[in-house]
């Protein structure tokens, strides 16, 4: 190996581990994401404040979080997160093949499971959405209130 092959070598090392590295973060935010979306609404349907649902919930939410250190989620990022989850509950299915603790994904794919036996999901597999589009292209996603059309940017993303 001469000199200039020892800085390709390197390079492509560098190269395919940082997009490996960004990729696996991306779906780590985007799991975080539809579980806090999750959250929120299990929250807003069995809730002691569910007179308080939408703005100002998420509103106290944003403030709380931002206390705990935990940046960038403002009431409108929590509302995509909430539409996230209402858009896309079968992730529920998948939650055991990342590398959650149980105590995360089992409370979530027991309940989830019950509600998805009458759905039928007819997009895109839900690890290959996770895997190759990003938290941003599924916020453009999930605001897509026609199905098909919303069926048919997943294929093409």
């Given at each position: 190996?001469?000199?200039?092959?020892?800085?390709?070598?390197?390079?492509q090392a560098h190269n395919y581990l940082q997009g490996t590295a960004i990729?696996?973060?991306?779906?780590?935010?985007?799991?975080?994401?539809?579980?806090?979306?999750?959250?929120?609404?299990?929250?807003?349907?069995?809730?002691?404040?569910?007179?308080?649902?939408?703005?100002?919930?998420?509103?106290?939410?944003?403030?709380?979080?931002?206390?705990?250190?935990?940046?960038?989620?403002?009431?409108?990022?929590?509302?995509?997160?909430?539409?996230?989850?209402?858009?896309?509950?079968?992730?529920?299915?998948?939650?055991?093949?990342?590398?959650?603790?149980?105590?995360?994904?089992?409370?979530?794919?027991?309940?989830?499971?019950?509600?998805?036996?009458?759905?039928?999901?007819?997009?895109?597999?839900?690890?290959?959405?996770?895997?190759?589009i990003s938290y941003t292209h599924i916020i453009e996603l999930i605001w897509?209130?026609?199905?098909?059309k919303r069926v048919f940017y997943e294929v093409e993303a």
């Amino acid at each position: 190996m001469d000199f200039e092959q020892l800085i390709h070598a390197c390079e492509q090392a560098h190269n395919y581990l940082q997009g490996t590295a960004i990729s696996a973060v991306n779906q780590s935010l985007t799991i975080r994401n539809w579980l806090f979306g999750y959250y929120i609404v299990e929250y807003e349907q069995n809730g002691e404040d569910r007179a308080k649902y939408g703005t100002e919930l998420l509103n106290k939410l944003a403030d709380r979080l931002s206390g705990k250190k935990i940046k960038g989620l403002y009431e409108r990022n929590l509302r995509n997160c909430r539409q996230f989850y209402l858009v896309y509950p079968e992730i529920s299915q998948v939650l055991c093949d990342y590398a959650l603790p149980g105590s995360i994904w089992r409370s979530v794919t027991a309940k989830s499971h019950k509600e998805q036996k009458d759905r039928s999901f007819t997009g895109v597999d839900i690890n290959m959405l996770l895997s190759r589009i990003s938290y941003t292209h599924i916020i453009e996603l999930i605001w897509e209130k026609d199905s098909t059309k919303r069926v048919f940017y997943e294929v093409e993303a």
